[in-house]
């Protein structure tokens, strides 16, 4: 049963240091998302890739985030330095990145909370 | 910009009932695609059921099925025989057309299953 894969599940940092979260994409989908979910903005678009390069990064802050794809099967979101506003459930999704009825598979999440 | 917009944030129905979650949109795309996605207490994101703009036919799983209105902008969720494992937040989402295009979600609507 493939599933997209996120790590850590859980983080608890205090503000100012740096914050790496990690995602193993379905093998063979050639698009990833990072969505980021808080109880005031719901669910919003960060960042997301097609065949490892960034596409649209328009929703991340750009001082402190960054998300890269170092190879086809890791796509990792860092934040440094973090804040307290930076707690949220991160999540990764997945697609085959195919014209037309593409689904998205959402990995479990990574929830942090920044002190 | 695309929006999507769900009006109620909480709904409750009793156990083997049904209910009608609501969602509307705004675009100025004729293909698009629309997602319902159920998110359980444990945060995992769960697809239940899509739809594609250019299908005059609803989608249906199982007890899930769609009333989609092209021309409202309108794609409310119908679960019938409610069940206990339903009670989740669940999620309307909207893809514009092309392979990899993020999604935009709603707020959200809080389903409680009452026995």
């Known amino acids: 049963d493939a599933r997209v894969t996120q790590t850590p599940r859980h983080k608890v940092t205090e503000m100012g240091q740096e914050v790496t979260m990690r995602c193993q994409p379905i093998l063979g989908h050639n698009t990833v998302f990072w969505y980021r979910q808080t109880m005031m903005q719901g669910l919003e678009l960060l960042a997301y890739?097609?065949?490892?390069?960034?596409?649209?990064d328009s929703g991340m802050p750009k001082d402190r985030f960054s998300a890269e794809m170092p190879d086809a099967t890791l796509a990792t979101l860092k934040i440094q330095p973090s804040e307290p506003r930076d707690s949220a459930v991160y999540f990764c999704?997945?697609?085959?990145?195919?014209?037309?009825?593409?689904?998205?598979?959402f990995g479990p999440g990574t929830r942090l909370t920044v002190l | 910009a695309q929006t999507v917009t769900q009006s109620q944030p909480e709904m409750s129905v009793q156990e083997a009932e049904t209910v009608t979650l609501s969602c509307t949109y705004d675009?100025?795309?004729?293909?698009?695609?629309l997602f319902w996605y159920k998110q359980p207490p444990s945060r995992q994101m769960i697809l239940v059921i899509r739809?594609?703009?250019?299908?005059?036919q609803n989608a249906t799983e199982n007890r899930f099925s769609v009333n989609f209105q092209k021309a409202a902008k309108s794609f409310s969720l119908k679960i019938s025989d409610s069940q206990l494992g339903d009670a989740a937040m669940y999620f309307c989402a909207y893809r514009a057309p092309g392979g990899s295009e993020k999604l935009v979600f709603g707020k959200g609507t809080k389903l409680t299953v009452n026995p």
């Open positions: 999704a997945s697609g085959e990145g195919l014209a037309g009825t593409d689904t998205q598979y």
């Open positions: 739809q594609e703009a250019y299908k005059q």
């Open positions: 890739f097609r065949n490892r390069a960034p596409l649209d």
């Open positions: 675009t100025s795309e004729s293909d698009y695609y």
